[in-house]
């Protein structure tokens, strides 16, 4: 089935530094990556859809000069969270759709901002 | 407003017993319902996905239900294992010109020996 690669799983840094994200979608070709935040105990929040390409197009709410998203390849897909506070701290999830599969998710990583 | 709600918010069972999810969704106008596993520091895997004519799907020992005049699905797990220990989350899937997915904030399922 499709996959979705998504590192690292874990990442600590410190305040203001910066922090990229990969998504690689295996074997198949992902046009369009969705970015999703989600908080303890809390529900998945989409962020962000990035279309190969072509620019990001940001939930409401969602900084996009923070966050940002390239997709210059139809395998991937990255997030840069940039000059990070420990409010940035978070469980970030890709998520890739395919025809056959529907919505496939990335494993998640873990962002703890010191 | 799309919302997705889910319950209990968590429920803890013995090994091998039954229990059954429930999602109550207002997503307009509705597309599919999907459910998902994840598992704690993981992203969600998808366990079932119905459409408007489905009103039953099964994955092994997962059986979810879809009632659409009632807004309602549920979410069965037969014989549970210690590996079902994870989230479950129904998110539901509104045909706005692109797919717009609303999620439930999960039930937090536990399997204790």
């Known amino acids: 089935g499709a996959v979705v690669s998504q590192h690292p799983s874990r990442v600590i840094c410190k305040s203001g530094t910066s922090v990229k994200i990969e998504c690689r979608s295996l074997d198949f070709q992902a046009t369009t990556m969705f970015w999703y935040r989600q908080f303890p105990k809390q529900s998945l929040m989409l962020m962000a859809t990035s279309n190969e390409g072509s620019k990001a197009t940001y939930e409401q709410g969602v900084e996009k000069d923070k966050f940002l998203i390239n997709h210059a390849s139809l395998t991937l897909s990255t997030l840069t969270v940039t000059s990070a506070h420990p409010e940035d701290s978070s469980f970030y999830i890709c998520s890739a759709w395919t025809t056959s599969e529907g919505y496939t998710f990335g494993s998640g990583t873990r962002l703890t901002v010191v | 407003k799309n919302q997705v709600e889910q319950s209990p918010q968590s429920l803890i069972i013995l090994e091998g017993k039954n229990c059954t999810l429930q999602?109550?969704?207002?997503?307009?106008?509705?597309?599919?319902l999907r459910w998902y596993k994840q598992d704690t520091g993981r992203g969600p895997v998808s366990l079932t996905i119905?459409?408007?004519?489905?009103n039953t799907k099964s994955n092994g020992r997962y059986t979810a239900t879809l009632d659409a005049d009632t807004k309602q699905s549920s979410l069965h797990i037969t014989a549970s294992q210690l590996s079902d220990s994870a989230s479950y989350i129904c998110?539901?899937?509104?045909?706005?010109?692109?797919?717009?997915?609303?999620f439930g904030t999960g039930t937090r399922l536990t399997i204790i020996p």
């Open positions: 999602c109550n969704y207002t997503v307009s106008p509705f597309s599919n």
């Open positions: 119905m459409t408007f004519s489905e």
């Open positions: 998110v539901v899937s509104a045909n706005l010109g692109n797919e717009k997915l609303t």
